[in-house]
């Protein structure tokens, strides 16, 4: 299935509201700038992206994946590399 | 041979212990003379960064050299806003090995906090990562007369490439402070808790010694570098031994635990109890040969937690029990593992002694009483705080506040806080922190915030609140006002409404209107 990137972002946008319980998400958002983003939400996040986009991140790109900008990056490598 | 007239009562010891390092800087260049091409620690992540201990040294000098240039000379304190990263360690050590003291500052708590910290420490230079300008900003213009150093990278602490980076070393004794590490207070500003460079060296040491650590150790380090577990079991320990750590941000590595394992073979590493749950709830196995064992302190560990994760991973834990003022740990259950009493904290180090008072008397074998410290890693007490220092350090011991036996062995056994501290996740909540927030609100008119049991984190935050008489709040209303005034993991999980309770009408105090903490917690574990 092929993306748009409008797309993209309101599924990612969704799923970070979702994690993090907050409405207050801007699109270049680090992890620094989002106060629930701990380790265990970390963890929930990347298991919803996968869910979501049907991709299987490996774990090394997990540890880039701290910005939103970041995570939109690496689904449209997983997505583009199907 | 430590001189007894430098220390504090409750520093001394009957053992003496012979100490092989002045100051952490000097334990650093020994083992940089001993071990020049080997691996000293790993930070996974973008960057990938990796140093021997020569280039780590390398670096560090130079950096020094740029914090001398800047004006910061022995005895300056300087405050570190970083997670764990390269950065961060190599100021930490770069202003140790000059005399300056380092005061971390966790990045996760509110900005009126770290303002606080660099206030009440009296520190003339701030170091942060530039992902957290956004806080710092804030406050930068009440911070008259203090540098404010944006950190982007380790390009940031280096030298122009053809500068000299020879300087005079200033003379730096095992009694000169090292950190001041805060740490949550009763009264809702955190507390500092002084660390000297012997306070260090001798956790260090023990830890060290306990495991029988040695050049191949590698240890992972996930908790944060800001506390004292971090610093001292994960970085400091193996240092000692001429090994190595691999360095991770927090906030990254539970899911990625198992992978760091084996990818850098690490063979100690440090956790809260909380972590060995998280992990036992993960649909990921370990596939790694190196691990030898996990430290596991700063919140109660369950013997069933214990037991599932020894059976599903095969790797024994070491429950072990300290705080900020005994540098970090203060008893570690034995080692090798068939040591080990299931349950037990553990016996106490090599470099501090504990028994067990009441009110100031020895009790007997198993009868519970206040778990006392004394040593070199005892803290010389907290910055500025007269009062406090004289009720926790007296009578040539440090009082924890903290109930517990020994049994007829010398193992200790944990029972609980004396006092209405809250641990969540290895962090230290005081209620008075919460409740200063909630005060803040015009409609309420009382509150209390005591520790509610949680089968993950150990405790969570429940306030109660009473509202004024002719005003309406909802649960959600004041949540969302406690956003943004205090750390996100202060934030209280549940707020129980005491108007709206048919069987409480008030938050119950004792006879000098004193709360009762205990009350609210009997009423919460009944109406659970």
Redesign the interface.
């Known amino acids: 299935m092929k993306y748009h990137n409008k797309e993209l972002d309101e599924k990612l946008v969704k799923i970070l509201k979702e994690t993090f319980k907050t409405n207050e998400i801007n699109s270049e958002d680090t992890m620094e700038q989002i106060p629930a983003w701990d380790s265990m939400k970390h963890f929930q996040m990347i298991t919803a992206v996968e869910k979501e986009f049907n991709i299987e991140i490996n774990i090394s790109d997990t540890f880039e994946m701290v910005s939103i900008p970041a995570i939109k990056d690496k689904i449209l490598k997983y997505l583009n590399d199907r | 041979m430590i001189d007894n007239s430098l220390i504090y009562s409750h520093q001394r010891m009957d053992s003496k212990i012979i100490m092989d390092y002045n100051n952490v800087g000097e334990l650093l260049s020994k083992k940089v003379k001993d071990n020049p091409d080997k691996t000293f620690l790993i930070c ?3 960057d990938n960064d990796e140093f021997t201990y020569s280039e780590f040294k390398t670096v560090v000098d130079r950096t020094a050299k740029l914090l001398i240039e800047n004006g910061l000379k022995k005895n300056d304190r300087i405050c570190l806003v970083f ?1 764990n990263s390269s950065e961060f360690l190599i100021l930490y050590f770069a202003g140790l090995s000059i005399g300056l003291t380092i005061v971390p500052i966790n ?2 708590i509110a900005t009126r906090e770290i303002r606080y910290i660099i206030e009440n420490s009296k520190s003339k230079a701030v170091f942060f ?1 530039d ?2 300008e ?1 806080k710092i900003n804030n406050i930068k213009k009440d911070l008259d007369g203090i540098k404010i150093k944006k950190i982007k990278s380790i390009e940031d602490l280096n030298l122009p490439i053809n500068a000299k980076i020879s300087f005079e070393q200033p003379e730096i004794s095992l009694y000169d402070i090292a950190v001041i590490i805060y740490t949550s207070g009763t009264t809702g500003n955190p507390k500092g808790v002084v660390l000297s460079h012997l306070n260090l060296l001798a956790d260090a040491m023990s830890i060290s010694k306990w495991f029988e650590f040695n050049k191949e150790t590698r240890c992972l380090c996930i908790l944060p570098l800001f506390h004292n577990n971090g610093q001292i079991t994960t970085l400091l320990a193996p240092l000692y031994a001429g090994g190595s750590t691999i360095i ?9 635990f198992w ?1 760091l394992v084996k ?1 850098y073979q690490a063979t100690w590493t440090s956790v809260m109890a909380s972590i060995l749950s ?1 992990l036992l709830s ?1 649909q990921k196995e370990r596939e790694d040969i190196s691990l030898t064992g996990i430290l596991c302190g700063g919140q109660i560990l369950t013997r069933s937690v214990q037991e599932q994760f020894e059976k599903r991973f095969n790797v024994p834990i070491f429950e072990g029990y300290g705080l900020t003022e005994t540098t970090s740990f203060s008893c570690i259950n034995g080692y090798p593992a068939d040591k080990r009493k299931i349950g037990s904290i553990g016996k106490s180090l090599l470099t501090n002694e504990m028994k067990i008072l009441n009110e100031n008397n020895d009790v007997e074998s198993n009868v519970e009483g206040e778990i006392c410290i004394r040593g070199y890693n005892v803290s010389s007490g907290y910055i500025g705080d007269e009062e406090k220092n004289s009720d926790t350090f007296r009578n040539g011991w440090f009082h924890s506040g903290d109930y517990g036996r020994k049994d007829k062995d010398g193992y200790f056994y944990f029972h609980g806080r004396k006092d209405s501290l809250i641990i969540k996740g290895g962090e230290n909540i005081y209620p008075a922190e919460l409740e200063n927030v909630l005060y803040q609100h015009p409609d309420i008119d009382e509150c209390a915030v005591i520790g509610m049991p949680d089968e993950l984190l150990g405790e969570e935050i429940c306030a109660f609140i009473k509202i004024k008489n002719d005003k309406s709040l909802t649960e959600d209303e004041l949540k969302v006002f406690c ?2 005034k205090i ?3 202060k934030q209280p999980r549940k707020i129980i409404i005491i108007n709206e309770l048919v069987d409480l009408d008030d938050i119950p105090k004792g006879p000098t209107k004193k709360i009762l903490y205990r009350k609210l917690k009997e009423y919460l574990i009944k109406n659970q």
Not at chain 2, 248 to 256: D, E, H, T
């Open positions: 996974p992540g973008k997670h990045p996760d990562n992902k957290f956004f991770v941000k927090g906030k990254i590595s539970l899911y990625a992978y990818e998280i993960l956003k943004g750390a996100e993991y």
